[in-house]
């Protein structure tokens, strides 16, 4: 379980939070969210899986959970990266794991959009 506390202002149309803080309880932080977009179509939300190098991984269920309503997850993609070159995209599905590759350590989650003045 990992909650991301994210804090903004209610004008901004968009918004991205870098490096935002979270909270895991996991002992080995698989993922570890570096981005968060914010736009009135959606919250992106950005994941450096640390695991990638020792092993395979998952994601069995996935929702955002903002004063109390929770977002619905609505899509993902899987990034391959050669240091800063992206070498592959692939669609991302939940409960479907993901063989260990170093490179493939990267994932983007796709959410609702917040709630307005969240």
Not at 3 to 29: E, G, H, W
Not at 102 to 114: G, K, N, T, Y
Request: proline letters at 4%; charged letters at 25%; a neutral charge.
């Amino acid at each position: 379980m990992m909650a991301l506390m994210l804090t903004m202002s209610a004008q901004a149309k968009n918004k991205v939070i870098d490096r935002p803080a979270y909270l895991s309880n996991t002992a080995m932080f698989e993922l570890r969210p570096v981005k968060v977009e914010v736009t009135k179509k959606s919250t992106i939300v950005h994941f450096h899986v640390v695991n990638a190098r020792w092993g395979g991984w998952g994601v069995a269920d996935a929702r955002l959970v903002c004063n109390g309503d929770t977002l619905a997850f609505q899509s993902g993609r899987v990034i391959t990266h050669d240091g800063t070159k992206v070498l592959a995209e692939e669609p991302f599905e939940l409960g479907k794991n993901v063989d260990k590759n170093v490179q493939r350590d990267s994932l983007i989650m796709i959410f609702e959009p917040l709630p307005e003045g969240a």
